[in-house]
């Protein structure tokens, strides 16, 4: 059975989750995320929308709340960013706090993520960069249909080290046939 998920708009007061899930080993060590002060951080939240239709924006983030036990709780966030309406596109992603990975939150929340996506705007192609040794995260978009278009050989510096992106991409056209 799939993970019960609700996906809902960033409040205010989600800012301190998630900066601190920012800062877990996990979360750092598949993303080449530069370090940053909270008011930075919250500096770069006020470029963020939870409106898909609101095009003073070029990123987007959604909470995913898991619904399993009575009281919704948040286990990460999923987001839209580089988007171009010119172009079409945009960049997904998303990230579950550590005690939440494996348990099918990922899956349903970027399937939910993608079906709003589409549903909302014009877009007409979502990618997504993974770190190539992230292979759950790289199954999950294999899983949603999602196509590996190719390698950016060290592409990111995570953590002092250079690694590998893999570029996956997905169609409007390939969803609405696999949905």
Known sequence: MPAAIRLRPVR??????L????????????????????A?????RVLESGDLTDHTVDTYRYMIDAL??????????????????????????????????GQGYGTAAVRAWIALIFE???????????????????????????TREGCLRQHYVIEGRRVDEVFYGLMRSEWKSSS
């Open 19 to 38: 900066f601190a899930w920012r800062q877990e080993d996990e979360t750092k060590r598949y993303n080449p995320l530069e370090p940053v002060s909270y």
């Open 68 to 101: 399993d036990s009575g009281e919704p709780e948040p286990v990460g966030s999923v987001s839209l960013k580089s988007v171009s309406r010119r172009m079409g596109l945009g960049e997904l992603g998303y990230a579950l706090t550590a005690s939440a990975q």
């Open 12 to 17: 205010g007061t989600d800012s301190a989750l």
């Open 120 to 146: 909302h705007t014009t877009l007409e192609r979502l990618f997504a960069l993974v770190a190539a040794e992230n292979l759950a995260s790289c199954k999950l978009l294999e899983r949603l249909g999602f």
């Open 40 to 44: 930075e951080f919250l500096e770069r």
